[in-house]
């Protein structure tokens, strides 16, 4: 009878192959993503929903960081300024554009 073995041992070394293959791979893929898209430079909303700016005044408690970039007519900066206290947010940190 004849023996497995070599059978085996491809098949051993070809699992070692790919395992090593797809070890590599995933680190290249995060570092690829990270030159692709840096990280976030500031938080940028769109007016016209009060719940859209309370939003982001939460999210930037967790992204100190971030500046907030509100696009709204400047007569709506009263009720921005508002909804940011409301939030805890600094409004030193919110550009109306």
């Given amino acids: 009878m004849k023996s497995n073995f070599p059978n085996r041992r491809f098949f ?6 790919l395992l090593i293959v797809l070890l590599g791979f ?4 995060i570092a690829v993503t990270f030159r ?3 990280t976030s ?3 940028f909303v769109l007016g016209g929903n009060f719940e859209r ?6 999210f930037w408690q967790s992204r ?3 500046d907030i970039w509100v696009m709204a007519s400047p007569r ?3 009720g921005f300024s508002a909804v940011f206290r ?12």
């Fill in 36 to 38: 692709e898209f840096p």
């Fill in 86 to 97: 409301s939030t805890s947010a600094d409004f030193k940190e919110v550009w109306c554009v």
């Fill in 76 to 78: 709506f900066a009263n």
């Fill in 53 to 58: 700016t309370k939003f982001a005044g939460e």
């Fill in 12 to 17: 051993s070394w070809f699992a070692f192959g």
């Fill in 64 to 66: 100190k960081d971030l």
């Fill in 41 to 43: 430079q500031a938080i």
């Fill in 26 to 29: 995933i680190p290249v893929r």
